[in-house]
């Protein structure tokens, strides 16, 4: 783990269910809320950044 704390991505459905939780720093993590044990992925912070860039821009 990264060493930072977990939190909800603003992303996440509300009452789907569907929901995942992040970790940002110098490697973002990216796990299932129903299943936090099973994995993660991981990602360079310039890398996530460009992520999200791209979603608030709506181009994905």
Do not use: I, Q
């Not at 783990?1 to 459905?13: L, T």
């Not at 796990?31 to 608030?56: M, N, V």
């Amino acid at each position: 783990m990264n060493g930072s704390r977990w939190h909800k991505s603003s992303y996440s459905g509300g009452s789907t269910g569907n929901c995942v939780e992040v970790a940002e720093g110098p490697v973002t993590s990216v796990r299932d809320t129903r299943h936090r044990e099973l994995a993660r992925l991981d990602f360079p912070a310039p890398e996530w950044s460009a992520f999200l860039t791209t979603l608030k821009a709506d181009h994905l």
